[in-house]
T-cell receptor
Framework: EAGVTQFPSHSVIEKGQTVTLRCDPI?????LYWYRRVMGKEIKFLLH????????ESGMPNNRFLAERTGGTYSTLKVQPAELEDSGVYFC?????????????FGQGTRLTVV | GDSVTQMEGPVTLSEEAFLTINCTYT??????LFWYVQYPGEGLQLLLK?????DKGSNKGFEATYRKETTSFHLEKGSVQVSDSAVYFC????????????FGQGTRLTINP
């Protein structure tokens, strides 16, 4: 069974550019989460999808971040325009049962570097 | 708000050494506690968990005991191996309310042969 897959594994962009991160969850998992780890600090929650709906987006830092999950399958996280402080590792996770984040499977993360 | 504090890294040990990575938490009520591990080039993996006070989680030779009185969940292993080199994250989930993982800042562990 394929795990949670994230693309790209690493992205280097200039300040002001746009970047789109993608997450392919495990097939059949309705719940999809985005987290990020900035500058070696703690991993922080960004948002939670249930199928194509945003269940909780309280962790999204500002309106430069846009997450979508069309059709309830893969998800994208777009940063536009990127700022230096957006550099970090972005993790995606998926789980089958709602409210069971502890049983979620995480991807390997996308390392974003904004220069 | 809820928070998790881990010991600062990086931690470097020799093979077969004893490992302790400290973790303390602040939370309302009695959260569930977790240790996650990220090996090089891989995703976060759940290493072990404990859901109530005095529970001991264990996996792959690692152990952690949920200590309510000291609000701690320290990770220990009696004899580390080179393959244990990774980043370790302590985390919690509140029992009530939104199911969000709250992570510590991570501790990078390097084991030298």
């Amino acid at each position: 069974e394929a795990g949670v897959t994230q693309f790209p594994s690493h992205s280097v962009i200039e300040k002001g550019q746009t970047v789109t991160l993608r997450c392919d969850p495990i097939s059949g998992h309705d719940n999809l989460y985005w987290y990020r780890r900035v500058m070696g600090k703690e991993i922080k929650f960004l948002l939670h999808f249930v199928k194509e709906s945003k269940q909780d987006e309280s962790g999204m830092p500002n309106n430069r971040f846009l997450a979508e999950r069309t059709g309830g399958t893969y998800s994208t996280l777009k940063v536009q325009p990127a700022e230096l402080e957006d550099s970090g590792v972005y993790f995606c996770a998926s789980s089958q049962l709602q409210g069971r984040i502890a049983e979620a499977f995480f991807g390997q993360g996308t390392r974003l570097t904004v220069v | 708000g809820d928070s998790v504090t881990q010991m600062e890294g990086p931690v470097t040990l020799s093979e077969e050494a004893f490992l302790t990575i400290n973790c303390t938490y602040t939370a309302t009520g009695y959260p569930s506690l977790f240790w996650y591990v990220q090996y090089p080039g891989e995703g976060l993996q759940l290493l072990l968990k404990a859901t109530k006070a005095d529970d001991k989680g264990s996996n792959k030779g690692f152990e952690a005991t949920y200590r309510k009185e000291t609000t701690s969940f320290h990770l220990e292993k009696g004899s580390v191996q080179v393959s244990d080199s990774a980043v370790y994250f302590c985390a919690l989930i509140r029992i009530q309310g939104a199911q969000k993982l709250v992570f510590g800042q991570g501790t990078r562990l390097t084991i030298n042969p």
